[in-house]
């Protein structure tokens, strides 16, 4: 079993920086990509970013191509989320997911952005 723990969230205003992580642990972590999503209130999860665990591949959604980047750290367990020139609209809980080949088989608990304007 896998277990993620996200953290790094908070409130801040429009136009400032958080940094999100996301720490694996449990049986040998060695994930075929690793994902960021998000769910603001009212809607579906939608997908933010994704990695490879390679580092080889990242991806993202159109809405936070340029202010988002996703890394990873193999030596710390730990994939994380640059999230530059916040708005209110990536007001959201936002979850890591491990992904294999074939999808995402485990998922964080959330953790909390608020951004005002």
């Known amino acids: 079993q896998v277990q993620l723990v996200e953290s790094g969230g908070g409130l801040v205003q429009a136009g400032a920086s958080l940094r999100l992580s996301c720490v694996a642990s449990?049986?040998?972590?060695?994930?075929?990509?690793m994902g960021w999503f998000r769910q603001a209130p009212g809607k579906e999860r939608e997908f933010v970013a994704r990695?490879?665990?390679?580092?080889?591949?990242?991806y993202y959604a159109d809405s936070v191509k340029g202010r988002f980047a996703i890394s990873r750290d193999v030596a710390k367990n730990t994939v994380y989320l640059q999230m530059n020139s916040l708005k209110p609209d990536d007001t959201a809980v936002y979850y890591c997911?491990?992904?294999?080949?074939?999808?995402?088989?485990?998922w964080g608990q959330g953790t909390q952005v608020t951004v005002s304007s």
């Open positions: 997911a491990a992904r294999s080949r074939i999808e995402y088989e485990y």
């Open positions: 990695i490879t665990w390679s580092g080889t591949s990242t």
């Open positions: 449990g049986r040998t972590f060695s994930p075929y990509a």
